[in-house]
């Protein structure tokens, strides 16, 4: 699976396990910085695959909520179906 398809599958996967999960907890648990985490949220919100919302957390701080979108559980279908097509290839 290419680098980029890898770490959007597991973005979105994360995301969908744990919509209110923060950039600072996805980036320590895909072992990337925060910043890369950052990035591709953003193209992920761009492409029209998650959607944020804002919520006030336990310590009265402003959080974030990552929702997938129709568009965005397509999408992990797809790699998905992609990422088994190449393996079945390979076997």
Known sequence: MPDNEQTTYRLIKAL???PE???RQLARGM????GKVNYCLKG???????????FRNSQNKLAY???LTPRGIEAKAQITSRY??????EY
């Open 84 to 89: 088994l097509k190449r393996r079945m290839e």
């Open 65 to 67: 909520a990552y929702l």
């Open 44 to 54: 992920l919100l761009e492409k029209g695959l998650i959607k944020v919302r804002n």
């Open 31 to 34: 072992g990337i910085s925060l």
């Open 21 to 23: 999960i923060s950039q």
């Open 16 to 18: 969908e396990a744990n």
